[in-house]
């Protein structure tokens, strides 16, 4: 998507050849008419798959799968960040190990939500080593449901993560993909999904 690549070159910085800040438009302060632009393209990417849910986890993914629910009409779903008092009876929970925090954490939702008649679609913010997503997908199988795929905002495909995905047959679309980046500039790059 070359409006992401454009927003990412006006307004992403590079923090470390791993890191790119883009606090000013997606994670902290959203753009939300770019949110929209986001939305259309996950929806017209997405458009004949019959998807019934889209599946995030907290918190930055929220305001990119609820944007695309609202577009493709279809409910969202969060898997929480360990287990809340607010996520009641029977859940799904996966362990997710955090390679930018270097920590692990569960990631739970609950069976209410999360039916084997769903086809999902997952979302997220980042790509990097793709350990949330790959819980995500654990948490997909556990309920009986059918992976649509996953949609990123921005893919760091030095991490690794999207090719691994793409490498057991998951569709993975990524709005951008960084292929390398340091403090002269990004470099992207196009991804070929192979499935
Ligand atoms: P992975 O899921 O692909 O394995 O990545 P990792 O665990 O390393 O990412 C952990 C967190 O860091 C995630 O957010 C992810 O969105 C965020 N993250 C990863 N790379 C970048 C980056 O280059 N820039 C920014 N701004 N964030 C990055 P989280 O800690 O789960 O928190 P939240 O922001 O979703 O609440």
């Known amino acids: 998507m070359r409006a992401m690549e454009e927003k990412i070159c006006a307004e992403g910085t590079v923090i470390s050849k791993d890191i790119l800040k883009v606090g000013n438009f997606l994670n902290q302060q959203i753009d939300t008419v770019f949110l929209a632009e986001i939305a259309d393209e996950i ?9 019934t849910k889209i599946m995030t986890i907290e918190s930055s993914g929220i305001a990119i799968a609820a944007a695309a629910g609202m577009k493709m ?32 954490y569960q990631a ?16 997220d913010d980042f790509l990097a080593s793709g350990n949330a997503l790959e819980g995500l997908v654990q948490l997909v199988e ?7 795929g996953a949609a990123v905002a921005i893919e760091k495909k030095f991490q690794g993560g ?3 995905l793409r490498a057991r047959g998951i569709r993975i679309e990524s709005l951008a ?19």
């Open 73 to 104: 009409v279809i409910p969202v779903i969060f898997a929480k960040k360990n287990k809340s008092s607010n996520v009641d009876g029977a859940t799904y929970q996966v362990t997710i190990h955090s390679f930018t925090h270097g920590n692990d």
């Open 177 to 195: 993909c960084i292929e390398s980046m340091d403090e002269d500039g990004i470099v992207f790059t196009t991804v070929n999904n192979g499935v």
């Open 108 to 123: 739970v939702v609950s069976r209410d939500y999360l039916k084997p008649e769903d086809k999902v679609l997952l979302i």
């Open 162 to 164: 999207g090719d691994e």
């Open 142 to 148: 556990m309920a009986g449901a059918t992976l649509a």
């Open 43 to 51: 929806a017209r990417l997405f458009e004949n798959e019959n998807i």
